[in-house]
């Protein structure tokens, strides 16, 4: 799948990141077309993994930002958070499961597929959301799960 367009930016892993992390995701989606029901999906997805790197990455407490790629593929978008941590990926919990750790369930269920990719010291979260399609449909030529 050829990527027509990308955005990046950075914040700081602070508690503000993920709210602004929110506004900025929209901002883009908003500015290119997509509508707000399937824009919620992918802020969504964004407030979730970026939460995850305030809550489970170290790299948050020495300063490392958070990172965001945004990119347009055609009929559908990839969000990329970056943090500063390879050594864990995220996990997708158990159903039932009271306690913390139902986000992921939840950036499964809105992503039309999602995975992990190390890269050198850090680790990237993606998503893939379809703009204008079913949840959970796969994407074309997306690859599935870990990468």
Request: aromatic share 4%; charged share 20%; hydrophobic share 40%.
């Given at each position: 799948?050829t990527?027509?367009q ?5 914040f700081?892993?602070q ?12 901002q ?8 707000p029901?399937?824009a ?33 593929l ?29 986000g ?40 599935s799960?870990?990468?």
């Amino acid at each position: 799948m050829t990527t027509l367009q990308v955005w990046e930016t950075e914040f700081p892993a602070q508690a503000q990141a993920a709210r602004a992390a929110r506004g900025w995701v929209r901002q883009v989606l908003t500015e290119h077309g997509w509508t707000p029901d399937r824009a919620d999906d992918v802020v969504t997805i964004c407030s979730e993994l970026v939460t995850n790197v305030l809550l489970h990455a170290p790299g948050h407490r020495s300063g490392i930002p958070v990172r965001l790629e945004l990119d347009r593929l055609g009929g559908s978008c990839r969000l990329e958070i970056s943090d500063g941590r390879a050594e864990r990926g995220p996990v997708v919990r158990p159903a039932g499961v009271r306690d913390h750790g139902q986000g992921m369930r939840l950036v499964e269920a809105l992503a039309a597929d999602w995975g992990v990719v190390a890269r050198g010291g850090s680790k990237t979260v993606w998503a893939v959301v379809l703009h204008g399609s079913v949840r959970g449909a796969p994407a074309e030529g997306v690859p599935s799960g870990v990468s």
